[in-house]
């Protein structure tokens, strides 16, 4: 069983004037994807029994929020934000039984590889009195359960591995152009990913039973907020 969902999302004020003379201009890309995956393999048999399911799930989108290539935007607040809420909740199960001889087994793999970007690029911001907020902003929630179980009259084997990656990179950013603001001005990156991440095997055989679980979460995730060269504030 796999699933993958990946998407581009982009906001962006391009080579153009935008002026709100009397209200804040705001610029906003977000997602909420969500993949919701359940499997589950059984088998029973006399002598010999395997019951097993596999789930592979991924989720990249690119969510970017911008003003770039000379843009001019004036309002009494500025506003640039990118965000994503990504949702992935996995159920991978195996379960068998045999008078001899039963495996059950469940894999779960799930990746997470998200962009979300927010800046402005070489382009003037003027806020006013008021403020410039340049904010990019990572939520994923991942929760995986993987179990394995298996009975037999002789030997049982129940086990499952949960591998979850994480590969998101989240920046914020000025470079070049300028950002005037009377209040304040704030740059910046937030992840806040969560993750519960749950694997267990049960076994009985009437000689030898076996059970095993293993549960793993790589995460290479980045997170920047800058200002680049060339920038006035």
Do not use: P
Not at 46 to 71: M, P, Q, R, W, Y
């Amino acid at each position: 069983h796999q699933l993958r969902r990946a998407g581009n999302i982009t906001m962006a004020i391009d080579g153009s004037t935008v002026t709100a003379t009397s209200g804040q201009v705001s610029l906003s890309s977000n997602t909420n994807a969500v993949i919701q995956s359940f499997t589950l393999g059984g088998a029973g048999a006399e002598k010999f029994a395997l019951g097993g399911s596999v789930s592979i799930n991924s989720i990249g989108n690119t969510v970017d929020a911008h003003v770039s290539n000379s843009a001019t935007v004036t309002g009494v607040g500025i506003g640039v934000s990118a965000t994503d809420n990504s949702t992935l909740q996995t159920f991978a199960g195996g379960l068998a039984g045999a008078d001899k001889a039963a495996i059950g087994a469940a894999i779960a793999v799930n990746e997470v590889s998200n962009l979300i970007v927010a800046h402005s690029t070489a382009s003037a911001l003027n806020a006013g009195a008021a403020s410039i907020r340049l904010d990019a902003a990572n939520n994923a929630d991942v929760l995986s359960i993987t179990f394995g179980g298996a009975g037999a009259g002789t030997f049982a084997l129940g086990g499952s591995v949960s591998l979850n990656q994480l590969s998101n990179t989240t920046r914020a950013h000025a470079t070049g152009g300028s950002l005037t603001a009377g209040d304040s001005v704030r740059i910046s990156a937030y992840d806040d990913v969560s993750i519960l991440n749950i694997a267990g095997g049960l076994a009985g055989g009437g000689t030898a039973g076996v059970g095993l679980g293993s549960a793993t979460v790589v995460s290479n995730d980045v997170t920047e907020a800058f200002v680049g060269a060339n920038t006035t504030i």
